[in-house]
């Protein structure tokens, strides 16, 4: 009985989690982050440019993480590759860092016990890891443009930077898929007046299985241009994910037109064109950004107690524990 009930739990937990479909499939993240660094402009630099095929292979590496041979690293990241946005409409502007944004959840699942506000791992942290990764590439930047400065071998700050590049496509790449700003990941919920699918294999069917049958989608290179600096990164991205999640109806409704099924549409083949030709466009205006600002320097360290922050766990969750920053 015991097995039989852990079972329907396991069973339970992939049918609810959105995280365990592979996002875009290899052949959608890799096509992502080789057509950035192919588009990497003079003015950045070029050992970034001359990694694509080490970035176009880095652009899949989180799903690799999502195992069950690894199961506490599965655990931990799988809240990161989506955002249940609808579940946050209640908290904007969304706050700047992971923490702010639990400690938002918590306080208004304690002030309203009655609303449909599930915990915050449920709802998903796709935007924070992004800019926590958009982040360690600056930093790599900076220790390149420190160690090219002092005259110094720069391949260790190279070899950082490469591999946060990469690593970031891969989240900016998820954040280019409806299903993974929404409510609606994998089979509609709710409200269904136009008779959207519920089947729960709508996602991989989407941006999985249609890919990997349809190559031609991955050809999106004249869809991206010149990269941008992003004045305001963070609140950027959110209306980046803003208007990914904005196109999920759309997608149900090539769905319903059997749009994703073996060829599909010439409708669908473009859609799922655009969207991966928007993941490109982002993912290389991040990196741009990351190489411009990374040319300031932070102000020096002089010690001092920092701010402290605390949060109580309320009633209804005991499980969570207290935190400071």
């Keep these: 009985m015991r ?40 003015d950045m630099p070029q050992f ?12 899949p590496e989180p799903d690799r993480w999502r195992s069950v041979l690894e199961k506490t690293l599965n655990a931990a990241q799988a809240p ?16 700047p860092d992971r923490y702010r944004f639990i400690q938002a959840i918590y306080e208004y699942r304690a002030q309203h016990p009655n609303a449909d506000v599930p915990q915050p791992e449920r709802i998903g942290f796709q935007p924070y890891v992004t800019i926590e990764v958009f982040d360690r590439l600056k930093v790599a930047f900076r220790e390149f443009r420190r160690a090219q400065a002092g005259g110094r071998s720069t391949a260790d700050a190279e070899a950082n930077a490469i591999f946060y590049a990469g690593w970031l496509g891969h989240y900016v790449g998820d954040g280019a898929n409806p299903m993974h700003t929404s409510i609606q990941y994998n ?33 999106f290179a004249d869809s991206v241009g010149a990269p941008k600096h992003l004045d305001h990164p963070f609140e950027d991205y959110i209306v980046y994910l803003r ?18 099924d073996g060829k599909g549409t010439r409708e669908s083949r473009e859609f799922i064109r655009q969207q991966l030709g928007r993941g490109s466009q982002m993912l290389l205006n991040m990196w741009y950004t ?7 320097e932070p102000e ?26």
């Design 290 to 296: 990351a190489w411009l600002d990374s040319a300031k």
């Design 187 to 219: 089979g509609w919920v709710g409200a269904n007046p136009k008779g959207y699918t519920t089947a729960h294999d709508v996602h991989t069917k989407m941006e999985s299985v249609f890919v990997g049958a349809n190559p031609e989608v991955t050809r």
């Design 300 to 325: 020096p360290w002089r010690g001092g107690k920092q701010e402290q922050r605390y949060w109580k766990a309320p009633k209804e969750d005991r499980s969570a524990q207290a935190f400071k920053e």
């Design 243 to 260: 208007e990914s999640q904005s196109q999920i109806e759309r997608a149900y409704e090539l769905e319903k037109a059997r749009g994703f």
């Design 80 to 95: 990161e590759h989506f955002i249940n946005l609808e579940q946050v409409d209640w908290l904007k502007p969304l706050p």
């Design 3 to 42: 097995k039989l009930s852990f079972s329907l739990v396991a069973i339970a937990a992939i049918v609810l989690l959105p995280t365990f479909a592979r996002s875009w499939g290899d052949q959608g993240h890799t096509a992502i982050n080789r057509v950035a660094a192919e588009k990497i402009p003079a």
């Design 48 to 59: 970034l440019k001359n990694a694509t095929s080490r970035i176009a292979w880095e652009g």
